[in-house]
């Protein structure tokens, strides 16, 4: 008997045998296969046209970005000047510290308290050998007696004197005690 080649063999030979049966079986097999990847081409062409919508969309997105980087370029330079700024006041303010440092060692310490409380004690002792209230009555008298003008001027004077001392008073005390 002979051998009746099976579908697939007659699909890989060329031989028809002299009749074309085999090629439209052959034909009829590559058709249902085109067929088949018709619907596997549309599945491809489907997914390429949602990729084009993709595309699309990450251009709008890329597009957003873009605007918001430029905003963000605008902020840093705004952010920019205020650190300026900031350098420009911290570089104030040091120099105000550095100027209160100054002014805070000038200030007086425990040991120069102690000096003037033992000075303003020795003041309390000079006080005591001041005249008295009725010797400065007796001086009232004398300056109740002078001219009006005259008066004006003693008190004047008077004022202009105890002003002074108290301007002085570190070069009084410095005569006093000979610090």
Do not use: C
Not at 88 to 99: C, P, Q, R
Not at 148 to 176: E, F, M, Q, R
């Amino acid at each position: 008997m002979a051998h009746k080649p099976t579908r697939l063999e007659s699909l890989k030979s060329a031989d028809g045998g002299g009749t074309f049966e085999d090629m439209e079986h052959r034909v009829a097999f590559l058709e249902k296969s085109f067929g088949k990847m018709d619907g596997k081409l549309d599945v491809i062409l489907n997914g390429i046209a949602g990729l084009k919508e993709d595309v699309s969309i990450l251009k709008g997105d890329i597009s957003g970005l873009k605007g918001d980087v430029s905003g963000l370029k605008g902020d840093v330079s705004g952010l920019k000047v205020d650190v300026s700024s900031l350098r420009v006041d911290v570089t104030g303010l040091k120099e105000g510290v550095a100027y209160l440092k100054g002014k805070v060692e000038t200030l007086p310490t425990v040991e120069s308290f102690a000096a003037l409380t033992q000075s303003l004690g020795q003041l309390t002792g000079h006080v005591h050998t001041l005249p008295s209230a009725a010797a400065f009555g007796e001086l009232r008298g004398r300056v109740d007696g002078l001219p009006t003008t005259a008066k004006l001027a003693s008190l004047l004077a008077i004022a202009v004197g105890v002003i002074a001392i108290i301007n002085k008073w570190p070069g009084v005390i410095d005569a006093i005690f000979g610090w």
